[in-house]
């Protein structure tokens, strides 16, 4: 084991940290609150509030990945390079990492790349463009993946919430698109197998750019092999109402409310079991936890989001454990002579 144990050092403790100025929304932590029908309870989709705000305040991260986390965070950037590389060769690449600001809501975000749309490129068409976003997930078609027939995959809903900033920031040259909405490619590709799908969405409905959110009735459209989806939950004034909440609470100097749970309460296990929202062999396993614990004195079933789980801040959220201050340039610095210190960057910002 010459190489495992320095590997595993550098990669959850690099010598630099990669710490971004938070003085903007993201939209990688775009969202929308909707009603989830079968539980009958609100339920988020997309990025935590709360988790925005710890991030923006400054607050040190309680949770660190180990090294193969870390390195399946780094999985998407290097897929995505590759892809890049056959996009080329195919001759539709166009740019890469193109920045969008939205001053109304300071959003702050970089599309993945721009490509020629293959159909548009074929004789008697005008050249237009579209834009892809890369996805990787852990395994192709894993959970979470809306499945509408057997064998055909939507994409994420975080996924689709993502690229609401793009699509809304883009309307605004329609010229560019020649009659079509502004789409987006949603490439979901499994790290398991390299396979993938490709979702194309666009919006559709009332509105545009820069109108007051009560009157933009716009929503997303998935369309793919499966057909054409209308998601109308997941809608451009919902993600841009759920980022203007944590602006107010900044102002205020208030932690909003948790999105998402460590551990679900013993009455939505017990939903989730009556709508066999949940396997079979965890509905047996909470079948004998009732009649074993009639009073739920105990979790029925060890079951929570999966967000809280992958929190940065799990420990300060649910256990209120702040932790040593992390510095956000390692101690643990190769030895470099007598070069000057690098400074401490304060990962703060304000909106
Ligand atoms: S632990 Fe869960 S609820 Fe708390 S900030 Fe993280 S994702 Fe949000």
């Known amino acids: 084991m010459l190489f495992t144990e320095p590997l595993e050092k550098v990669i959850t403790n690099p010598p630099i940290r990669d710490v971004r100025a938070r003085n903007a929304f993201y939209p990688s932590s775009a969202s929308v609150r909707v009603m989830d029908p079968q539980t ?17 305040t400054g607050v040190n991260p309680t949770n660190h990945s180990d090294a193969a986390g870390e390195l399946k965070k780094e999985m998407g950037g290097v897929i995505q390079e590759l892809m890049e590389e056959k996009l080329k060769a195919a001759g539709l690449w166009m740019a890469s990492e193109k920045s969008i600001w939205i001053p109304k809501y300071k959003i702050s975000g970089r599309l993945d790349t721009w490509c020629w749309d293959p159909e548009s490129m074929k004789p008697g068409k005008t050249k237009t463009p579209i834009a892809i976003e890369f996805k990787s997930t852990g395994r192709f078609g894993e959970p979470g993946l809306i499945n509408p027939s057997k064998g055909k995959l939507m994409p994420k809903e975080d996924h689709v919430c993502q690229v609401i900033p793009y699509l809304d920031f883009f309307s605004q040259w329609p010229e560019m698109f020649h009659g079509q909405p502004m789409r987006v490619i949603i490439f979901a590709i499994g790290r398991d197998s390299l396979n993938w799908k490709e979702h194309m969405v666009f919006l559709a409905g ?9 009157d933009d009735k716009r929503y997303a459209v998935v369309r793919n092999e499966a057909g054409t989806f209308q998601l109308k939950y997941i809608t451009v004034a919902g993600v841009y109402s759920r980022y ?4 107010e609470h900044l102002r205020q100097g208030k932690v909003p409310e948790r999105d998402y749970a460590l551990q679900y309460d013993n009455e939505l296990i017990l939903k989730m079991a009556e709508k066999e929202m949940i396997s079979k062999t965890d509905r047996g396993k909470v079948a004998s936890a009732v009649k074993r614990d009639p009073e739920g ?9 999966w967000q809280c ?3 940065p801040f799990k420990d300060k959220c649910w256990h209120g ?3 040593q201050a992390k510095p956000v340039i390692s101690q643990d610095l190769p ?17």
């Open 40 to 56: 009958g309870r609100p339920k988020s989709i997309g990025g935590c509030l709360r988790r925005q705000y710890y991030e923006i």
């Open 206 to 214: 009332k509105g545009h750019y820069g109108m007051d959110l009560k």
């Open 244 to 247: 203007m909440q944590v602006a």
């Open 297 to 305: 004195r105990e979790p029925w079933l060890k079951k929570g989001d």
């Open 309 to 311: 789980g992958w929190c």
């Open 321 to 323: 454990i702040d932790h």
């Open 335 to 351: 030895q470099q002579g007598k070069s000057a210190p690098i400074p401490i960057t304060e990962p703060k910002g304000s909106l």
